[in-house]
């Protein structure tokens, strides 16, 4: 199976600031990577996928890069409804695996 | 709009069984690739389960293989899971999820999860 390491495991920032994720994959996935939102008490919500597109509806503050074994997620700039926890997932081969989380608080 | 509700959870013994439901609305489900995730209580979310648009081809998780059953009828609009010889381990949200048309798996929708609790 493809193990997939997020960095930081949690991070506190203010409203307004940029916040930068990582994401490794323990081999190349080539750019099949997704990223998923999920807030306290609720279900995921894909944001990007493919490593760079942005899915239906997502504000344009969150991007994603990155190809092979690195990834990264950006918010440009922290909103208050983005305090969350934000899951990377290969889609490169079975069985579908995800990274730790990065829980996102507010500082 | 698209809408997965499951149904389903419930606290049962080690060994025994139970099965959740997952009903579709608000697109065409017998289009679409269903999966089925979960995440046991403050950990992180793993896969368990997909099933292709018509139920003829079917991926588990090793922790799961032998001991829980996909399927979904199209008829009804609905997803299952039938988990049998349950453990501790299995403990944990079930989250249904909407795949692609094609085999990609990336989780486009989810449901709001059923929880079940297997202790004695």
């Known amino acids: 199976d493809i193990q997939m390491t997020q960095s930081p495991s949690s991070l506190s920032a203010s409203v307004g600031d940029r916040v930068i994720i990582t994401c490794r994959a323990s081999q190349s996935i080539s750019s099949y990577l997704n990223w998923y939102q999920q807030k306290p008490g609720k279900a995921p919500k894909l944001l990007i996928y493919t490593a760079s597109s942005l899915q239906s509806g997502v504000p344009s503050r969150f991007s994603g890069s990155g190809s092979g074994t690195d990834f990264t997620l950006t918010i440009s700039s922290l909103q208050p409804e983005d305090f969350a926890t934000y899951y990377c997932?290969?889609?490169?081969?079975?069985?579908?695996?995800f990274g730790g989380g990065t829980k996102v608080e507010i500082k | 709009e698209v809408q997965l509700v499951e149904s389903g959870g419930d606290l049962v013994q080690p060994g025994g069984s139970l099965r959740l439901s997952c009903a579709a609305s608000?697109?065409?489900?017998?289009?679409?690739?269903m999966h089925w995730v979960r995440q046991a209580p403050g950990k992180g979310l793993v896969w368990v389960s997909r099933?292709?648009?018509?139920?003829?081809?079917?991926g588990y998780a090793d922790s799961v293989k032998g001991r829980f059953t996909i399927s979904r009828d199209n008829a009804k609009n609905t997803l299952y899971l039938q988990m049998n010889s349950l453990r501790a381990e299995d403990t944990a949200v079930y989250y249904c999820?909407?795949?692609?048309?094609?085999?990609?798996?990336?989780?486009?929708?989810w449901g709001q999860g059923t929880l079940a609790t297997v202790s004695s």
């Open positions: 099933i292709n648009t018509e139920g003829s081809t079917t």
């Open positions: 999820a909407r795949g692609g048309e094609f085999a990609v798996t990336r989780f486009y929708y």
């Open positions: 608000g697109f065409t489900f017998s289009s679409y690739w």
């Open positions: 997932q290969q889609s490169y081969s079975i069985p579908p695996t």
